[in-house]
């Protein structure tokens, strides 16, 4: 009976040593998800997705967008519902990692915190669904994608017989598909972070994508639901329209036009394809100079790299439940387009509009001040209190450029 046990637990343990040689990757990548969000550990995880997860490159090829440098100081503080913020005090409560103020080609600030340098590639988290826009804009303007009113299914017809059929693609641009998804990143069990797991298991995101449902509440082109699989399908519908990877497509039109001076890279899945809905990792320069490119009308060293009227629709809101403000058929009082978030209480006839992440990453463009502001970050408490930091922070961006501004007519 003993010499059965042992045989039985060497069989078992060779079978599991086996399992973690093959798929060794995998097995570390999970260990690291579970534990990437920890306090003592997230600043390390955002600066070095590279060592958790697998990843493509991009490959940068273009002359490099220089800055020129203008030093200028922050204001002491601003107002947030009548409440005065400390401006040092919000950038260390919020776990700010890097903190860029741009006007034309001038770096206005420039600060690194928490041990980070600027050679360090942040992770976007959602901040990388604006650059997939701007890629999808080149495709449209191209006529590649001749007609956003049709459903995704007709480009991609893995997506049929799922909750994805019948879906248009500008719909999906605008957050407004209809499908049922939970993204709340504090429920483990919630939609976003089963794909967390999946991406750790290196499983296939098009797979995924394909096994959501549509949500019997929710009527697309009528209500504003985030789902950030929406992103991952117009990856899917972008690389069948284009017929080239993502990685070529975005190096071709992007990474080979706009400036950028060092190259980025994307968490993938197992099979190689990129995260599209949030894991771009580049410089906090970098991100300053995709900001430059939309500020810029899609222009950079005089040509244009994207279409400006894409530049413009994307930012600009199609439909009354994608209006800023409190309504009923939206679950945020921010405004939205094209994979583009418009601040609340932004005046219809001056254009102001961010990227956003989680855990507080935000490029801020605000063209008529010539402003770009970027803020990357390793904020654990994003979500208190209706996710109010994204609204807080709107306000010290605005802060910032009228202080600039104000500053300027002195001189």
Known sequence: ?????????????????????????????????????EEERIVRNFVGMEDIFHTVELERSSTVREFGSNPA??????????????????????????????????????????GTDKIDKRISWSVAKSFLSAAFGVAVNDGLIPDLDVPVDELVPMLKDTGYEGVTIRNVLQMSSGIYFNEDYGDFNSDINRFGRAVALGRSFDEFAASLNSDPDLEQGEFMHYVS??????????????????????????????????????????????????????TTRDYARFGMLMRDNGKAFGKQVIPENWVIESTTPGAPHLFPGERDNAETRLGYSYQWW???????DVREFFALGIYGQFIYIKPDADIVIVKNSADIDFQENNFESQYIAIEAFRAITDYVRKSDTSK
């Open 1 to 37: 009976m003993k010499k059965k046990l042992l045989y039985a637990t060497i069989f078992v343990a060779f079978i599991l040593g086996g399992f973690l040689l093959i798929y060794e990757k995998e097995v570390s990548q999970f260990y690291h998800v579970i534990r990437l969000f």
């Open 73 to 114: 100081d922050l204001p002491e503080s601003f107002t947030y519902q009548e409440r005065e913020i400390n401006i040092r005090d919000w950038l260390e409560e919020t776990n700010t990692m890097a903190f860029l103020v741009l006007k034309g080609d001038d770096i206005l600030h420039e600060e690194y915190f928490l």
């Open 229 to 282: 699989l929406d992103t991952h399908v117009l990856g899917m519908v972008l690389r069948a329209a284009t017929g080239k990877t993502i990685k070529e497509y975005f190096e071709e039109h992007l990474w080979s036009k706009a400036g950028f001076e060092d190259n980025a890279y994307f968490i993938s899945d197992g099979f190689g394809e990129p995260m599209v809905l949030g894991g771009l990792n580049m």
């Open 342 to 348: 418009i601040p609340e209480n932004a005046k219809p």
